[in-house]
């Protein structure tokens, strides 16, 4: 057992974050990147990937992807790798000792050390990370769609990004998270990674867990990052985690909610393991793992993410393992499957229902789902959603709404 805020993997929190003026940026080989690259960027830049300081390189990767450590012997589950193809490579004249300037929304945004250009098997990364290689499997898939070359160095954020509202009242990178717990007075805080809106049995489970791990607190730590049509838009999840407490579900002085930029892998138990440490560094001691943590379709055994932590050393965040859960009319509450007796009868909660619920605009009954939490979802589908609480086609094509890079002139 931890009893008390951990330091953070590796021993310290990574800040890599260097406000720099354009004259000393002018003249780097510029890269353009994408939202995940640019989320990554701030997760090593920000210290909630620590001890990383940029992307990986070969070493790194290949320990990482047999041993599931890095070189340096750290417990690390998912590489983090920057690709590039060979062409780009030529063509932009990169050598390794040099130095990129990655801009995001046209704009300087971080910088890259070319420590090493190298290669990695693909085929293997995808087989240990995410234990399959079929290509429907979303990680699989954006693994073999990397690019063939690979450049490992630090990384720098050298402009740093607005975030906006209403993401920006989230925004609480290890640092920030750490001052929040202390002010509070938190030692012990359990973390729920979520990509929902909360339903009542998301609450109860997360007082069960509070309860089991006899906590100070639960922090709510939504992942933001790219979404597929059907998900609930990130407005909806983290307003709605954060109504549960503003509306009295939870006192204000047990329960928090910030987010993490992050692009689902759904690695399952190497999920879980990455998830486990990011909210080590975000200064919590517990985590909530369910069934199926970070899993995709049948790919995982429903407590694979569970198991894994049998198998490695003490990460410093003690793993609470919840089961299997539903409403039991019999009793007539919530419970879990190895409680009452009454498996027949039991009733899961099952998110396409609510769903649907949710789609036609009837507000359910607050024993599955809290009032507060329908009206808010509705008004964010307004707000934020072009009508949908749901991840449409029109929520797809705007802009990053989590950050604007500033304007930067070179
Ligand atoms: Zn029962």
Not at 98 to 121: M, N
Not at 226 to 248: T, V
Not at 271 to 279: D, K, L, M, N, T
């Amino acid at each position: 057992m931890v009893d008390n805020a951990l330091s953070p993997h590796g021993g310290k929190i990574v800040e890599r974050v260097v406000p720099t003026p354009a004259e000393k940026l002018r003249g780097l080989t510029q890269v353009p990147i994408r939202g995940p690259q640019a989320r990554e960027c701030l997760g090593i830049a920000y210290g909630f990937f620590s001890p990383l300081e940029g992307f990986l390189t070969a070493a790194d990767v290949d320990s990482v992807v047999k041993n599931m450590t890095l070189a340096s012997g750290y417990v690390w589950s998912i590489p983090l790798v920057f690709d590039l193809s060979e062409g780009q490579i030529k063509e932009m004249g990169i050598k390794e000792g040099g130095k990129l300037l990655l801009t995001y929304q046209d704009q300087p945004f971080a910088t890259l050390d070319v420590e090493e250009i190298f290669s990695y098997d693909k085929e293997l990364m995808a087989k240990n990370v995410y234990g399959t290689t079929d290509p429907k499997h979303p990680g699989v898939k954006r693994t073999q769609a990397y690019q063939d070359k690979f450049v490992g160095g630090k990384v720098t954020i050298v402009n740093p990004p607005v975030i906006n509202p209403p993401f920006d009242g989230f925004w609480f990178p290890p640092k920030a998270q750490r001052e929040l717990f202390a002010q509070r007075g938190w030692k012990k805080v359990v973390a729920h990674q979520t990509r929902n809106v909360p339903h009542a049995g998301h609450e109860w489970l997360m007082k069960g867990a509070w309860f089991a791990a006899n906590a100070d607190a639960i922090l709510v730590n939504p992942v933001i990052g790219e979404k597929r049509p059907g998900d609930y838009i990130d407005e909806a999840i983290l307003l709605s985690h954060d109504i549960l407490r503003k509306a009295g579900y939870f006192r204000e002085d047990i329960h928090t909610t910030s987010l993490l930029l992050w692009d689902m892998r759904y690695a399952g138990p190497r999920e879980a393991v990455f998830h486990a440490i990011v909210r080590k560094n975000l200064g919590c001691t517990h985590h909530m793992f369910g069934r199926d943590h970070a899993g995709v379709g049948t790919y995982y055994d429903t407590y694979a993410a569970h198991r894994i932590f049998n198998e490695l050393p003490d990460l410093g965040i003690y793993p609470v393992k919840t089961l299997e859960w539903w409403y039991c009319p019999v009793c007539a509450g919530i419970a879990y499957e190895e409680q009452c007796a009454h498996k027949q009868e039991a009733q899961r909660f099952s998110g396409s229902l609510i769903r649907s619920i949710i789609e036609d605009g009837v507000k359910p009954p607050r024993l599955i789902f809290r009032p507060e939490v329908f009206d808010l979802v509705m008004e964010s589908a307004e707000k934020y959603g072009h009508g949908s609480p749901f991840v449409n086609e029109a929520y797809l094509k705007r802009p990053d709404p989590v950050m604007t890079i500033p304007a930067m002139q070179l």
